[in-house]
């Protein structure tokens, strides 16, 4: 290993990330009270511009009265795009009304390292202003050429980014890509053609310590569909995925989620090498193949989330 390493800035269950238009009441209430680990409450894409005002009181609103930590959730607010009037208002009301109930904000369409400099100054200073002791963190979306083209440089922020997302509808359009729907495969393209770009945003995520998250599936309609593209970015390193629909936060937390048997085998992997350890072994083997050190580390990344998912 490098003697520079950048550990986990924050662990937290993020299997299933539920979006909700914050311009819908009835909806936020559904969302609180349903299965997601994560839930976004929206004042971007999903707001129509008329509805900006009212769905940031909604949001404000819902953080207050919502008690998300005792469902088990994590609540965050994806703010306006900086290149927009609504943004700095944004955050502006939201922290000042809602900051110590907020756990994070997402940052929508980041494509240059200053864009978070910009939210975290407004939040260091409405934090110290408000003398709140909660401190919120920050998640980027990667969704345009320029945030892909620096999101190493974006990764190695640091403050309170925690997490980045990999937008894959607003990349699509971009990049001028033609695709069928939001997340889905191009038949005309030879396997995934998101599989480079989000690699390199999970790449860049464990280098510095960052939580990489898959974004969107458009086609509710097609479960197959969404499974398999969670399947994918699952295989890649991600912790879990966006849902754009109730419906598609069962299949994410089954997705990210290990199974029995890979806890089991996950659990036998340390007991062995333990043993190994015991006779000054640095290898085992188990179920007629070698394991190591490496293996353990694989191991234990099944047993944090299986631990999170059991102290949820």
Same mark, same amino acid.
């Given at each position: 290993?490098?003697?520079?390493?950048?550990?986990?800035?924050?662990?937290?269950?993020?299997?299933?990330?539920?979006?909700?238009?914050?311009?819908?009441?009835?909806?936020?209430?559904?969302?609180?009270?349903?299965?997601?680990?994560?839930?976004?409450?929206?004042?971007?894409?999903?707001?129509?511009?008329?509805?900006?005002?009212?769905?940031?009181?909604?949001?404000?609103?819902?953080?207050?009265?919502? &008690?998300? +930590? /005792?469902?088990?959730?994590?609540?965050? $607010?994806? *703010?306006? !795009? #900086?290149?927009?009037? =609504?943004?700095?208002?944004?955050?502006?009301?939201?922290?000042?009304?809602?900051?110590?109930?907020?756990?994070?904000?997402?940052?929508?369409?980041?494509?240059?390292?200053?864009?978070?400099?910009?939210?975290?100054?407004?939040?260091?200073?409405?934090?110290?202003?408000?003398?709140?002791?909660?401190?919120?963190?920050?998640?980027?979306?990667?969704?345009?050429?320029?945030?892909?083209?620096?999101?190493?440089?974006?990764?190695?922020?640091?403050?309170?980014?925690?997490?980045?997302?990999?937008?894959?509808? &607003?990349? +699509? /359009?971009?990049?001028?890509?033609?695709? $069928?729907? *939001?997340? !889905? #495969?191009?038949?005309? =393209?030879?396997?995934?053609?998101?599989?480079?770009?989000?690699?390199?945003?999970?790449?860049?995520?464990?280098?510095?310590?960052?939580?990489?998250?898959?974004?969107?599936?458009?086609?509710?309609?097609?479960?197959?569909?969404?499974?398999?593209?969670?399947?994918?970015?699952?295989?890649?390193?991600?912790?879990?995925?966006?849902?754009?629909?109730?419906?598609?936060?069962?299949?994410?937390?089954?997705?990210?989620?290990?199974?029995?048997?890979?806890?089991?085998?996950?659990?036998?992997?340390?007991?062995?090498?333990? +043993? /190994?350890?015991?006779?000054?072994?640095?290898?085992?083997?188990?179920?007629?193949?070698?394991?190591?050190?490496?293996?353990?580390?694989?191991?234990?990344?099944?047993?944090?989330?299986?631990?999170?998912?059991?102290?949820?």
């Amino acid at each position: 290993m490098s003697h520079t390493l950048y550990p986990l800035k924050k662990q937290r269950l993020q299997r299933s990330e539920l979006a909700v238009p914050a311009s819908n009441p009835t909806m936020i209430d559904k969302a609180a009270n349903g299965p997601a680990d994560y839930v976004f409450l929206d004042l971007e894409d999903a707001v129509a511009p008329p509805e900006k005002e009212i769905a940031r009181k909604n949001a404000i609103q819902a953080l207050n009265d919502i &008690d998300w +930590a /005792a469902k088990g959730k994590t609540v965050s $607010v994806r *703010i306006n !795009g #900086l290149d927009t009037h =609504y943004m700095y208002r944004d955050v502006v009301d939201v922290m000042e009304q809602a900051g110590s109930r907020v756990h994070t904000l997402l940052v929508p369409k980041v494509g240059v390292p200053g864009d978070l400099y910009m939210v975290e100054a407004m939040v260091n200073q409405i934090e110290m202003a408000k003398g709140f002791s909660t401190r919120v963190g920050l998640e980027a979306l990667i969704e345009t050429a320029l945030g892909m083209a620096n999101v190493e440089a974006i990764a190695q922020f640091g403050g309170r980014l925690e997490a980045l997302h990999f937008g894959v509808a &607003d990349f +699509a /359009a971009s990049m001028r890509a033609r695709t $069928v729907n *939001i997340g !889905g #495969l191009n038949p005309d =393209y030879p396997g995934d053609q998101w599989h480079a770009a989000i690699a390199r945003m999970v790449t860049a995520c464990r280098a510095y310590g960052l939580r990489p998250i898959d974004g969107p599936f458009g086609d509710f309609s097609d479960p197959e569909g969404y499974k398999a593209g969670a399947r994918r970015a699952a295989a890649l390193g991600c912790e879990g995925k966006w849902a754009i629909h109730p419906s598609q936060v069962a299949m994410a937390n089954e997705v990210f989620s290990p199974t029995e048997a890979e806890v089991t085998k996950a659990r036998r992997i340390i007991e062995e090498l333990r +043993a /190994a350890e015991a006779q000054g072994k640095g290898a085992a083997s188990l179920d007629g193949k070698m394991i190591d050190a490496a293996s353990e580390k694989m191991a234990r990344n099944v047993l944090v989330v299986a631990e999170a998912i059991s102290a949820k």
